[in-house]
């Protein structure tokens, strides 16, 4: 059965090229031409004829399906089909500083998040690299654009799957690859301690976004089951030793749910949680879905976002991207299976 070259890092290309007898210069000249030229097969390379069929008989270049496609002004959203069948979703967003895709890692979602559309979806599989490289590609190839960041913020919690993640990121951040800025690249979690210990200590880890969402364990646990496990002190311990390792700055996402967790009281119990360290929190406007949730209106927002600055906590309001495209993760998922 043959490889597909989108699963691999620049390091277990040359690996593999070794031991195919291959001088592994050559994986970096095909990485190169695949990541930056859109090399589909291995006929560019000027390559002798025997290593190219070698090479042909090893690869494949397989990428997802485009089952659905959706486009507005500020966004678009793919709806892909995977080798089994399995479908998941990625998003363009088009922001000040470039275009930026925003990734699933898996099929379905264990994490159980009460606001989430796919969290009421169990966890089928991850996905693997090639699979969410795929996402990336799909979406650049499809819309004809640049890519200038990467969220790993779709559907899944990335750490559930952390080397599929770690190998991931390597690609699109490596200059040979996607060359995408380490800074525009961010890995966001519900909060799996060890795991973001395990991100701090990659050797050249990217940006880290974690999804608090309340400042108080017991709202956050039912809004996040997860925090059962892991609550608020030991999530923000662990935010901070990523912070002091690699001097960037996390962001702590906060979905503003009306009537839930949107209070003037709670804004200041989050700046007390923060406590003065360097986090910075990212205020966003729910979207809306089939849940009992409503998103809160736009002067509470502005309303709490005043009173995290003035206890001192760096806070923005993140931009609402594609809400006429179903952009809450899940959603074109959903709706398809639906149809189908
Ligand atoms: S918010 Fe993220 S971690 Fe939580 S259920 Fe949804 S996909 Fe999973």
Aim: with cysteine.
């Amino acid at each position: 059965m043959k490889m597909n070259i989108f699963g691999y890092t620049l390091p277990k290309l040359r690996r593999s090229f070794e031991s195919l007898g291959e001088n592994p210069a050559k994986a970096d000249i095909v990485f190169n031409g695949v990541y930056k030229n859109g090399a589909r097969d291995f006929r560019g390379f000027g390559f002798a004829e025997r290593v190219t069929e070698k090479l042909e008989e090893t690869f494949a270049f397989d990428l997802p399906k485009v089952v659905e496609r959706r486009e507005s002004s500020d966004a678009a959203k793919l709806l892909l089909e995977l080798s089994d069948g399995e479908f998941v979703e990625t998003v363009l967003m088009r922001q000040r500083f470039g275009n930026c895709v925003c990734v699933s890692t898996q099929v379905g979602c264990n994490m159980g998040c009460k606001f989430c559309q796919s969290g009421q979806m169990k966890k089928r599989r991850d996905l693997n690299v090639e699979e969410i490289v795929g996402q990336v590609l799909a979406l650049s190839g499809e819309f004809s654009c640049k890519i200038d960041g990467v969220s790993v913020m779709g559907i899944g919690e990335p750490f559930d799957s952390f080397q599929n993640t770690a190998d991931f990121i390597s690609i699109v951040s490596d200059d040979k690859g996607l060359a995408v800025g380490r800074r525009h690249v961010t890995v966001s979690t519900c909060g799996i301690v060890p795991k973001i210990c395990e991100y701090a200590d990659l050797p050249l880890p990217c940006s880290l976004a974690i999804s608090l969402h309340a400042a108080d364990d017991g709202l956050r646990s039912e809004l996040m089951p997860i925090n059962k496990k892991y609550p608020i002190a030991d999530v923000l311990k662990a935010a901070e030793y990523y912070s002091n390792k690699t001097r960037h700055r996390v962001a702590l996402e906060y979905i503003m749910l009306d009537g839930i967790n949107d209070s003037d009281e709670c804004a200041r119990q989050l700046a007390e949680v923060i406590g003065g360290r360097d986090f910075y929190v990212n205020l966003i406007p729910y979207n809306s879905t089939d849940s009992e949730f409503r998103k809160s209106d736009t002067d509470r927002i502005s309303r709490f976002c005043g009173v995290l600055k003035e206890n001192g906590v760096i806070a923005t309001k993140r931009r609402e991207f594609g809400a006429d495209l179903k952009a809450a993760c899940g959603q074109l998922r959903s709706d398809h299976e639906k149809k189908f």
